[in-house]
């Protein structure tokens, strides 16, 4: 399954973030791609809004982890850009394999704790408000297909 979806505003991708949420079961596994600013962390807060979690999502890179428990179902964000070239027997295999959807920015760092089911979504940037999200998956996430059309 191979998609793009392009959005005209950080509100625009905001919004995909809600109706990507609508979608997100217990154990999926969703790899975040682009370069700094293109995005990651803006289409996460969405997804959090849309799950209900109580708490805005901001950026964990001093974090690396943050968990939320208050939505739909447990959601989890790893931001692993501080962790390049690090031991990263940190447990967060755990988390990746849990019970709830796990965003991942920066999963290039943490590649052998990336399992082969997953959904990846790579943000380019186009111009000052435009980004281009493509959505890749070998397995399931069909639903991804239809995201344009609920857009509208
Ligand atoms: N269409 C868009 N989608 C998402 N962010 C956008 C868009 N247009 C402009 N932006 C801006 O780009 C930046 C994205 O930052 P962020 O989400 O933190 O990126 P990343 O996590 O990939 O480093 C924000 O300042 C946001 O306001
Ligand atoms: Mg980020």
């Known amino acids: 399954m191979k998609k793009t979806i392009i959005t005209h505003s950080k509100e625009e991708t905001q919004k995909l973030g809600h109706l990507i949420a609508r979608h997100l079961n217990r154990g999926d596994v969703v790899l975040l791609t682009g370069d700094l600013g293109a995005g990651k962390t803006t289409l996460t807060s969405g997804v959090g809004e849309g799950l209900g979690v109580n708490e805005k ?3 964990p890179t001093f974090n690396i982890l943050k968990c939320y428990f208050h ?3 447990p959601f989890y964000h790893i931001d ?8 990263i027997e940190l447990g967060l295999d755990e988390v990746i ?3 709830g959807a796990c965003f991942i920015e920066w999963p290039q760092f943490i ?3 990336i399992p082969d089911e997953h959904l990846e979504i790579s943000i380019r940037n186009l111009g000052e408000n435009e ?6 998956s ?3 996430f069909d639903w991804v297909l239809q995201l344009d059309k609920e857009a509208e």
Do not use: K, M
């Open 111 to 113: 590649e052998p704790l």
């Open 138 to 140: 070998e397995d399931g």
């Open 57 to 59: 999502v901001l950026s």
């Open 71 to 73: 939505g739909r179902i």
């Open 131 to 136: 980004r281009e999200l493509t959505f890749t």
């Open 97 to 99: 394999e849990g019970d």
């Open 80 to 87: 692993a850009y501080r962790l390049e070239g690090q031991n």
